[in-house]
């Protein structure tokens, strides 16, 4: 077939064929749409028996609707896919736009079609609505620019499974959930969302984060999912159908919820204040949304609360990032919120990444407050709360952190295993057998509370900050933010703090045709035997996640990533020398494996 620009075209083919109709232009594909004598999709029948359906039927006519602006050339969709590498932890993520060498998309509008009708299976399961009331599921997205075509796609794929749909738009990943809790008279039950989002990644990646009341999926209920898809998948690469555009528009709303999502914080911080209308009225507060999705922090929270936001940057989206990367954790984008906070002299700067699940902020000095800064102002707020309360934190945090929260606070730190939805079960687990805990944070910036349903939500983090602001300010007028920063005042901060990566070569023959995973935990092992000889070095009496060990002031951690055939090393030291010192300790341990990549550590150790 030829290239198209908007136009319908008309064919007649059979079911089987309708999957070589699909076009690719520009990013979008076009979808098939079966005229009345198909049985339509949506009335609760199950996928087996919507495709078994689709395929005795008697098609003449079908239209193929496509919504495409350029040109582009007839190509199959329906490539082949391992849905299982989509999972990331909690997450679903890919690549959904070309342009990166080495990376080609798996992360197509059927796939997406697939991802969602899966979704829609899997909550009818969990929810198993009585006769015929209908499940409805919010959809918002970041940024990206991949973003739009995907909330189409997930939207067909969700009214396909009998799934009423309310597309929010331009949202970010803690409103989606918290979409999940709101009984208004517009909104109330909704019984799932998903947010389109891949987090601080490059432009071409995109992905998926699942709610429900309950909170995020965790890891089963992703695999559960993505096993669902790939049979949905296969069905219609074999000759199922996925409704147009069109005929999904009677089970879609559109709704501006992040209007509801940002009154309720507006209305934390007053609360917090006694009622004041205004409670930060004087302050200059700067925000760096880094074009994602945070942007309307400045005028739609901070302004109301009287706050000056003048020098705010990068607020309006665009998914290309072009200043930087959207980035908490990322040094560009670090000095980018300190320049701005000392160039228009403001009180206090705050940034977000992408879809505005973390965050972290800079005093009125440049002194930047994340990573282990931000849970110890964190844990001293909530410790004021919940007095003796347990701080959950990933497992890189400092021991001048511990100290902190043990011996300042008065709390208890479980330094527990990376990934915030590890912190967050962790937290939820120790209250659950009764050892109470108020909080629970990462050194990336995510952050969840007890009191705001353990959703890991940037923007509250934030409020909860300014929540603090607000109440002092109330008492003393004259207090400005300095009042933060003088909370973590005694914090021991390391003069040296890195992080080095020992890639895992998978196709070096010491593998042994093994798994990378199996390699790191032998690696891990050996350094753990050989560090119980060496009287200077002491390992971590408590420790969920790799080898932790003190010494020479310092400490180090070495551990298996998540996802990736590494084995991120964390070096923390009084000194250069110190560091390295415990580096050493590490290379000499290791250097027996000879599938890791020892390049980056002995570059360090040599060269301090």
């Given at each position: 077939?030829?290239?198209?620009?908007g136009?319908?075209?008309?064919?007649?083919?059979?079911?089987?064929?309708s999957?070589?109709?699909?076009l690719i232009?520009?990013?979008?594909?076009?979808?098939?749409k079966?005229?009345?004598?198909?049985?339509?999709?949506?009335?609760?029948l199950?996928?087996?028996?919507?495709?078994a359906?689709?395929k005795?039927?008697?098609?003449?006519?079908?239209?193929?609707l496509?919504?495409?602006?350029?040109s582009?050339?007839?190509?199959s969709?329906f490539?082949k896919?391992?849905?299982?590498?989509?999972?990331?932890?909690?997450?679903?993520?890919?690549v959904?736009i070309?342009?990166?060498?080495?990376?080609p998309v798996?992360?197509?509008?059927?796939?997406t079609?697939?991802?969602?009708?899966?979704?829609?299976?899997w909550?009818?399961?969990?929810k198993?609505p009585?006769?015929?009331?209908r499940l409805?599921?919010?959809i918002?997205?970041?940024?990206?620019?991949?973003?739009?075509?995907?909330q189409?796609?997930?939207?067909?794929?969700?009214?396909?499974?009998g799934?009423?749909?309310?597309q929010?738009?331009?949202a970010s990943?803690p409103?989606?959930f918290?979409?999940?809790l709101?009984?208004?008279?517009?909104?109330?039950?909704?019984d799932?969302?998903?947010?389109?989002?891949a987090?601080?990644?490059?432009?071409?990646?995109?992905?998926?984060?699942f709610?429900?009341?309950?909170?995020?999926?965790g890891?089963?209920?992703?695999?559960?999912?993505?096993?669902?898809?790939?049979?949905?998948?296969e069905?219609l690469?074999?000759?199922?159908v996925?409704?147009?555009?069109?005929?999904?528009?009677?089970?879609?709303?559109?709704?501006d919820?992040m209007?509801?999502?940002?009154?309720?914080?507006v209305?934390?911080?007053?609360r917090?204040?006694?009622n004041?209308?205004?409670?930060l009225?004087?302050?200059h507060?700067?925000?760096?949304?880094?074009?994602g999705?945070?942007?309307?922090?400045?005028?739609?929270?901070?302004?109301p609360?009287?706050?000056?936001?003048s020098g705010?940057?990068?607020?309006?989206?665009?998914?290309?990032?072009p200043?930087?990367?959207p980035?908490p954790?990322?040094?560009?984008?670090m000095?980018?919120?300190?320049?701005?906070?000392?160039?228009?002299?403001a009180?206090?700067?705050i940034?977000?990444?992408?879809?505005?699940?973390?965050?972290?902020?800079?005093?009125?000095?440049?002194?930047?407050?994340n990573?282990?800064r931000?849970i110890a102002l964190?844990a001293?707020?909530?410790l004021?709360e919940?007095?003796?309360t347990?701080?959950?934190?990933?497992s890189v945090?400092?021991?001048?952190l511990?100290?902190?929260?043990?011996?300042?606070?008065?709390?208890?730190?479980h330094?527990?295993?990376?990934g915030?939805?590890?912190?967050?079960?962790?937290?939820?687990r120790?209250?659950?057998?009764?050892?109470?805990?108020?909080?629970?944070?990462?050194?990336?910036?995510?952050g969840?509370l007890r009191?705001n349903?353990?959703?890991d939500?940037?923007?509250?983090?934030?409020?909860?900050?300014l929540?603090?602001l607000a109440?002092?300010?109330?008492k003393?007028?004259?207090?400005?933010?300095?009042c933060?920063?003088?909370?973590?005042?005694?914090?021991?901060?390391?003069?040296?703090?890195?992080?080095?990566?020992?890639k895992?070569?998978?196709?070096?023959?010491?593998?042994?045709?093994?798994?990378?995973?199996?390699?790191?935990?032998a690696?891990?092992k050996h350094?753990?035997?050989?560090?119980?000889?060496?009287?200077?070095?002491?390992?971590?009496?408590?420790?969920?996640?790799?080898?932790r060990?003190s010494?020479?002031?310092?400490?180090?951690?070495?551990?298996l990533?998540?996802?990736?055939?590494?084995?991120?090393l964390?070096?923390?030291?009084?000194?250069?020398?110190?560091?390295?010192?415990?580096?050493?300790?590490?290379?000499?341990?290791v250097?027996?494996?000879p599938a890791?990549?020892l390049s980056?550590?002995?570059?360090?150790?040599?060269?301090?």
């Amino acid at each position: 077939m030829a290239a198209v620009s908007g136009r319908i075209i008309q064919t007649a083919v059979s079911p089987r064929q309708s999957k070589n109709l699909r076009l690719i232009t520009s990013g979008t594909i076009c979808a098939v749409k079966l005229h009345s004598t198909v049985p339509h999709q949506g009335l609760g029948l199950t996928w087996t028996e919507i495709s078994a359906m689709q395929k005795s039927a008697t098609v003449k006519t079908k239209n193929l609707l496509c919504n495409a602006s350029q040109s582009g050339t007839a190509v199959s969709s329906f490539e082949k896919v391992d849905f299982l590498k989509l999972q990331n932890g909690s997450d679903i993520r890919g690549v959904a736009i070309e342009g990166v060498e080495g990376e080609p998309v798996n992360l197509t509008e059927p796939v997406t079609e697939a991802i969602a009708a899966a979704f829609g299976g899997w909550l009818l399961n969990k929810k198993k609505p009585e006769g015929s009331k209908r499940l409805r599921v919010s959809i918002g997205h970041d940024s990206r620019i991949s973003a739009k075509i995907l909330q189409n796609a997930a939207t067909r794929g969700l009214v396909s499974a009998g799934i009423e749909v309310i597309q929010y738009g331009l949202a970010s990943t803690p409103a989606m959930f918290n979409s999940t809790l709101t009984q208004d008279e517009v909104h109330h039950w909704v019984d799932g969302s998903i947010m389109i989002t891949a987090s601080h990644l490059p432009y071409n990646r995109n992905g998926f984060k699942f709610f429900t009341c309950e909170g995020g999926l965790g890891k089963a209920d992703i695999k559960d999912i993505l096993q669902r898809a790939s049979s949905i998948y296969e069905k219609l690469s074999d000759g199922g159908v996925i409704m147009s555009n069109k005929d999904v528009e009677a089970s879609v709303k559109k709704a501006d919820y992040m209007s509801i999502y940002t009154s309720d914080l507006v209305s934390a911080v007053r609360r917090a204040a006694g009622n004041i209308e205004k409670p930060l009225k004087g302050l200059h507060i700067v925000v760096d949304a880094g074009n994602g999705a945070g942007g309307f922090f400045a005028a739609k929270v901070l302004e109301p609360l009287g706050a000056i936001t003048s020098g705010s940057q990068f607020l309006e989206p665009d998914g290309l990032f072009p200043n930087h990367i959207p980035n908490p954790e990322d040094k560009t984008a670090m000095q980018a919120i300190t320049k701005a906070v000392l160039d228009n002299k403001a009180d206090l700067g705050i940034i977000f990444d992408t879809d505005v699940d973390r965050s972290a902020a800079v005093d009125s000095t440049g002194r930047e407050i994340n990573r282990n800064r931000l849970i110890a102002l964190m844990a001293a707020i909530v410790l004021e709360e919940h007095p003796g309360t347990t701080i959950v934190t990933d497992s890189v945090t400092s021991d001048g952190l511990t100290t902190f929260i043990e011996n300042k606070l008065g709390g208890k730190h479980h330094r527990f295993k990376r990934g915030y939805k590890n912190v967050i079960d962790e937290a939820i687990r120790l209250n659950s057998i009764g050892e109470e805990s108020h909080l629970a944070i990462e050194t990336s910036g995510h952050g969840a509370l007890r009191e705001n349903h353990w959703l890991d939500d940037g923007a509250y983090l934030m409020v909860k900050l300014l929540n603090k602001l607000a109440s002092m300010r109330a008492k003393d007028p004259s207090i400005d933010s300095k009042c933060l920063t003088d909370m973590i005042d005694g914090l021991d901060e390391a003069g040296i703090a890195l992080e080095i990566r020992l890639k895992i070569d998978q196709n070096h023959a010491d593998l042994k045709g093994g798994s990378f995973r199996d390699y790191g935990e032998a690696v891990l092992k050996h350094l753990n035997n050989t560090i119980e000889s060496d009287p200077i070095l002491k390992k971590a009496p408590k420790n969920f996640e790799g080898v932790r060990v003190s010494g020479y002031g310092g400490w180090f951690l070495l551990r298996l990533s998540l996802h990736d055939p590494v084995l991120p090393l964390n070096i923390e030291a009084p000194t250069k020398e110190d560091a390295h010192k415990l580096g050493l300790a590490v290379l000499n341990a290791v250097r027996e494996f000879p599938a890791l990549d020892l390049s980056a550590l002995l570059n360090f150790v040599q060269q301090s």
